[in-house]
């Protein structure tokens, strides 16, 4: 009984923790600018309903209830087995129509009033009270929104009705052509209600300057210029006085720099502000290996009163394309290794949660995948922003695949390309946009609108070794598919954007190996990442035989890791791996391990059976870990591989034979997110079919039913085989939601002749407000930057400047921080100067005070309550002295009395030259209480004489000391 109240206390507390992130977080402006998920409570029907469903008045009580993101008709794990071909003219190819309820709240009368879409197949037209507002016709892959102010009936209820056009037609890329993906339809990404001032920052997409676009145009080992364009549009009748504060954020939401500026807008226009600044302290770059983000928060003021607000993300980091180097980013070679990703899951199609997109980063990023190719179109905000955290960067492009159309299709096409772009412009993911069509290589025109748009990224060809020119054309980046040991064009750099893939990985370790040979190929990046659904089933020709799924990915559509997965890590990931393949991999008298180890030892149960290299042959010699291959027939009982590099042993994996199945086993694809109620958040649940030992027993095809109770349902159709679900090598897998209340959701999943399971999940409330849950702290603290010397010194850039003669009344006032600060010793000060040094902060490190017996104490008065960081400068000048001694630094502040030692670098004590080094810096941590004075006293160790002080870094934190 205990146990089961301390349950419900630990969900009570779960679900009031992510309650509160509807909640700004500290150091967030609130502003008219609203963003409201509107994603649940839908009214939906699939094709053409009788009368005028536009209409206000218009009967939906019999419509289907849904939640978005929506598939118009969820279908079996092989299209319902549908004869049709890629062109794909009739199937899922038709109208639906959906309808909301949508109460808009009086106090929005004065402002702005949009509908945002993040995607719609294919088509859109939308209706407001029954009036239509307009449509959007060019592209079902990129965001678009409408105004929708005076359409809107405020403190009312207003109905939303929105046809969603998934027809086939002539215009719209990649129709009418065939494509190796479906097309299918409905709103299957999120939608928003946004409120704005009309004095406000515009959709990044409306034009080549609206909204923010951030690029960083120097990017050094030490620091980085970035600069930021915001356009402001006024849409008031009169001229209005508009200020924009920009504050550039570090990771951990403390405020590096803030950028003002002022102008008057006139009516009915805009204004793009142009605002730069470099970072040099907390100063890091982006790559895989370290994906550093900044924050921008860019405040509108009217009239000095803060009306709208907007956050964009990015990174500091520089590429470019070296002869005999391949890709170079941040001054550093990279060869890229990832795969292709489709949106696509089973059964819901293109209608994915946030949640999916993020997770399914998060397995590329586990596999060690550094790139992904985003094929063959434009892919879902949320997964951009995860590659972004994670550290995978990103070839994205618009959505084509062979054929072509006329020049409206083209237009619309460009149009389509010119909104990704914008939409994505500020990721630093994303390094390459496509320019060409796949298949068929560069079109100009393409080319010519990415480069408008971004000349500072670079573009790939989609081309093929089949057709088309050979080399990158009028692209910089000859970007080819090769499944068949293609050439590579004697002087372009090469991408292989698609290559082979096999469960046992050989394929993969073949062409990866082969492309790495040559320093002029930058990526090669498999097809595919998980299998996905494509039509023309059963096709068999001269080359291969298709079915309605494909079976080649590194996951299984459901995104469960094949064999090939554990090779990748073994390739790519830093930590000490073996693993021995599964049964899709290890069989017919082969078993394969994965390892990064120099040597492996398997044994059959117990017993040595071999130890071995990593394979030795030209088709994997350029590897950095190939596989290991042993020649033995597994069949019963255990076999387990250790690992050993340096002759120790670092890690060991162990496998038994298959037998026969016996139980279920139940997990969740996403265990450590919120997961939302509402039905606009999903969970995919796998069956594992188990043996005795716990092994999947990949051969079985048993069918798994699934029920459900609590607050939550399962998403079938009957005569799907959603539920009861067909097993894919052993295990079966189903989709759940929450109901509209949050709480425990308990599933059961039953097999003939199999043990059942059961397991409980817990959703929590469904935030609807945008900007709260995705707010992040502010830390808006001020620093200040001293550069303490003689009258009349060379005062670093950007510093204050604290000068003087005398070794009285040495004081300072922080006026940031309306405190002061001051300097004294046992000892005559000494105002010391000298001709500028070598090195970083040269002009601070040339001047200063000192003392040549006894130490210098710092005194601060009136500080307010708070945690609070000290960098101080000690650099000696006196020639015949070392540059530093070490000394003891002695805190006195709210905490009491604290004693440490520092001990400078190794090299310092050369006082000829500093090289490009910084001068000798110490940072010392403070609590102030807001009444008593803070000291910091610096004393020589041992018997050194001489201590010098020539500058300070002061600035509140917010970490616990």
């Not at 307010?864 to 960081?869: A, C, D, L, P, R």
Request: aromatic share 12%; hydrophobic share 35%.
């Amino acid at each position: 009984m205990n146990r089961f109240f301390f349950i419900l206390f630990l969900l009570a507390f779960q679900l009031t923790t992510f309650s509160q992130e509807s909640v700004l977080k500290e150091g967030n402006v609130a502003t008219d600018r609203t963003k409201t998920n509107i994603n649940l409570n839908w009214k939906f029907y699939n094709g053409n309903p009788k009368g005028e469903p536009f209409k206000a008045s218009f009967n939906d009580k019999n419509w289907e209830n849904i939640s978005l993101p929506h598939t118009t008709k969820l279908v079996s794990y092989t299209l319902d087995s549908v004869q049709e071909t890629w062109v794909q003219e009739k199937f899922l190819r038709n109208n639906s129509w959906y309808r909301k309820e949508l109460f808009i709240d009086k106090n929005a009368a004065s402002k702005n009033v949009y509908l945002q879409f993040e995607a719609v197949h294919n088509a859109t037209e939308l209706w407001v009270n029954g009036k239509k507002v307009g449509s959007f016709e060019v592209n079902g892959y990129v965001p678009f929104h409408f105004n929708i102010s005076k359409y809107v009936k405020f403190g009312k209820k207003n109905i939303i009705a929105v046809k969603a056009d998934n027809t086939y037609r002539d215009d719209i890329a990649p129709d009418p052509h065939k494509t190796d993906y479906v097309k299918f339809g409905g709103i299957y990404r999120d939608v928003y209600l946004v409120t704005t001032n009309k004095l406000h920052v515009n959709y990044n997409w409306e034009n080549y300057n609206a909204g923010v676009h951030i690029t960083t145009p120097t990017v050094n080992d030490k620091n980085g210029t970035v600069s930021i364009k915001t356009t402001v549009q006024n849409d008031f009748k009169t001229s209005e006085n508009c200020k924009i504060e920009t504050l550039i954020i570090n990771d951990k939401g403390e405020v590096l720099k803030k950028l003002v500026q002022n102008r008057k807008i006139s009516a009915k226009n805009s204004n793009t502000f142009y605002q730069t600044t470099t970072i040099e302290d907390d100063y890091n770059q982006w790559s895989p290996n370290n994906p550093y983000l900044y924050r921008v928060y860019s405040i509108i003021y009217k009239d000095n009163v803060a009306v709208d607000v907007v956050e964009n993300t990015f990174g500091f980091r520089t590429f470019k394309l070296v002869k005999g180097k391949g890709l170079v980013l941040n001054g550093k070679p990279i060869f890229l290794i990832g795969a292709n990703r489709h949106q696509s899951y089973p059964n819901i199609g293109d209608a994915v949660p946030n949640s999916f997109h993020y997770n399914e980063a998060l397995q590329f990023k586990k596999a060690g995948f550094n790139a992904v190719r985003l094929s063959h179109y434009t892919q879902d905000d949320s997964f951009i922003k995860a590659c972004d955290e994670l550290g995978i960067i990103v070839y994205e492009e618009a959505s084509t695949w062979i054929d072509w159309g006329d020049k409206t299709w083209f237009d619309k096409l460009n149009l389509a390309s010119r909104h990704m772009i914008r939409n994505h412009r500020n990721h630093p993911s994303i390094f390459f946009w496509g320019a060409g069509i796949n298949h068929r290589g560069p079109v100009p025109s393409m080319q010519e609108t990415v480069k408008e748009e971004d000349p500072f990224r670079l573009t790939a060809s989609a081309s093929s070794p089949w057709n088309g020119v050979k080399n990158a054309g009028v692209t910089d980046i000859y970007a080819t598919m090769d499944y068949r040991r293609s050439e590579w064009p004697e002087n372009d750099f090469t991408m292989v954007m698609e290559h082979g893939s096999s469960p046992d990985s050989e394929v993969n370790q073949f062409h990866i190996s082969r492309y790495k040979s040559n320093e002029n190929n930058i990526a090669a990046i498999t097809w595919l990442g998980a299998d996905y659904n494509h039509l023309q089933p059963n096709l068999v020709d001269w080359q291969w035989k298709r079915d309605l799924m494909t079976t080649y990915g590194v996951f299984s559509p459901y995104r469960i890791p094949k064999p090939v997965y554990y090779w990748y890590q073994s390739e790519m990931v830093n930590k000490s791996i073996v693993h021995i393949a599964d049964e899709t991999a290890s069989k017919n008298g082969v078993v394969r391990v994965f390892s990064n180890c120099q040597e492996v030892h398997l044994y059959h149960n117990n017993k040595l059976i071999a130890k071995q290299k990593p394979d030795n042959n030209d088709e994997k010699k350029f590897l950095n870990h190939p596989s290991f291959t042993f020649n033995y027939d597994f069949s019963d009982g255990k076999l387990t591989a250790i690992g050993y590099t340096n002759g120790e042993k670092v890690t060991t994996h162990s496998r038994t034979k298959q037998g026969k199945p016996t139980q279920l086993k139940l997990h969740f694809n996403i265990t450590d997110k919120p997961f939302y109620a509402g039905g606009s958040d999903l969970r995919l649940l796998h069956a594992s079919i188990v043996d005795n030992n716990g092994e999947v027993v990949t051969t079985t095809d048993n069918k798994v039913t699934f029920s459900v109770s609590g607050n939550g349902a399962l998403l079938e159709r009957e005569n799907a085989y959603i539920n009861p679900a067909l097993s894919y090598n052993g295990i079966a897998s189903i989709y759940v939601k929450g109901t509209k209340n949050a709480g425990a959701i308990q599933l059961t999943a039953t097999s003939p002749g199999l043990k059942s399971a059961t397991i409980t999940i817990n959703t929590v409330p469904f935030i609807t407000d945008e900007i709260a849950k995705n707010s992040k702290p502010i830390y808006n603290y001020p620093i200040e930057r001293i550069d303490i010397g003689k009258e009349n010194q060379l005062v670093q850039f950007d510093w204050d400047s604290w000068e003087g003669t005398s070794n009285k009344n040495l004081t300072y006032n922080l006026k940031n921080y309306n405190a002061e600060v001051a300097i004294s010793s046992n000892d005559e000060i000494k105002w010391d100067g000298a001709n500028g040094i070598l090195g970083d902060l040269s002009f601070v490190s040339t001047d200063g005070v000192m003392t040549e017996k006894k130490g210098i104490k710092l005194t601060f008065k009136n500080l307010k309550k708070g945690n609070y960081s000290i960098e101080t400068y000690h650099h000696n000048r006196i020639a015949k002295a070392k540059l530093i001694n070490a000394f003891n630094i002695t805190k006195v502040d709210a905490n009491g009395k604290k004693e440490t030692t520092y001990k400078p670098s190794v090299g310092y004590y050369d006082h000829k030259s500093t090289g490009e080094r910084k001068p000798i810096s110490v940072i010392t941590r403070f609590v102030a209480d807001g009444k008593n004075p803070v000291t910091i006293e610096f004393n020589n160790a041992g018997d050194a004489k001489n201590m010098c002080l020539n500058g300070i870094i002061i600035k509140q934190i917010k970490n616990e000391i």
